[in-house]
């Protein structure tokens, strides 16, 4: 399963290289980027770098702080809220490629010395008890079974007071997925949670829920933006870098999912 969950985010090659070459085509010089020119790409969820600061804002962030970022991907969310927040935060990610292009990315904005990445699983965590004061995880759970598990141990890893910000995408009321789509080509390692179960579920891990934001309608909005820029011929740098030729066809069916309720995204503010 983890195998088969790590393949489906990376067909091989070397990422940072092959999200080099787009930055190139679509006019962007790597010697002189920023966080916000990296976001199209390495922010990969459903409203970008706009959801990542709402979710760091709610978590009270100060200068001090270390972050735990769970299943941080290509690196976009630790990179955005170290930078805004000039604090240190540690990701750890399931595929081992995503870690290593996560490095590459954070020495291109100069960031290497505020973030960290490192190969783990969300579902046993490589940290010790109370180590972090704040963690999030980004469009994570749905590739995990065992959430139960996934959220005993960020409760684990936090310390007393801390704050968890979870952003995920949930099985809605309208009927079965449209697959492919960005987190898995076909049913066998997508695991939604309803929005009932999710609740349950945090408040099991010893969580207190201080705040539920449903964004379906903006994320409708977000990917039908997305679908549309992709229907024009100008070079552009999207998550196609590395999740290959489909994935058109998966901005196509997260619009219908989004649109008939098949799935909802929504956040959860909560406290230990
Ligand atoms: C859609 S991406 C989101 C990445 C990042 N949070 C972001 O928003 O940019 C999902 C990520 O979850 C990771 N992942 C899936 N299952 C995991 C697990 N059991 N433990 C840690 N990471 C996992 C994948 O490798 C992938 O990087």
Request: charged residues 20%; contains cysteine.
């Amino acid at each position: 399963m983890v195998d088969k969950v790590a393949s489906h985010y990376t067909g091989g090659g070397d990422l940072a290289s092959t999200i080099a070459e787009s930055l190139r085509r679509a006019g962007k010089d790597i010697d002189k980027l920023g966080t916000a020119d990296l976001a199209t790409v390495d922010e990969f969820h459903i409203r970008g770098r706009k959801a990542t600061l709402e979710l760091a804002h709610s978590l009270g962030l100060v200068a001090s702080a270390h972050v735990l970022d769970i299943g941080s991907g290509l690196g976009g969310p630790a990179r955005t809220v170290a930078e805004t927040y000039s604090c240190r935060v540690t990701g750890i990610d399931l595929t081992q490629a995503f870690c290593d292009a996560a490095a590459t990315l954070s020495g291109w904005v100069g960031l290497r010395d505020r973030v960290a990445f490192r190969q783990g699983d969300a579902t046993s965590l490589p940290f010790g008890e109370a180590e972090f004061d704040a963690a999030m995880t980004i469009h994570v759970a749905m590739n995990i079974a065992a959430k139960d598990r996934m959220y005993a141990e960020a409760r684990r890893v936090l310390k007393p007071g801390g704050r968890f910000a979870v952003y995920d995408v949930l099985q809605g009321e309208g009927g079965e997925v449209l697959f492919p789509v960005p987190w898995a080509r076909e049913p066998s390692i997508s695991h939604l949670a309803t929005p009932d179960a999710m609740e349950a579920l945090l408040a099991g891990a010893g969580f207190r829920i201080l705040a539920v934001n449903d964004s379906t309608e903006e994320s409708l909005e977000w990917f039908e933006a997305m679908a549309a820029r992709m229907a024009q011929a100008v070079p552009a740098v999207t998550f196609q870098s590395f999740l290959g030729e489909d994935f058109p066809t998966m901005a196509r069916n997260q619009v219908s999912n989004l649109r008939d309720r098949r799935i909802r995204t929504v956040t959860y503010i909560c406290q230990v």
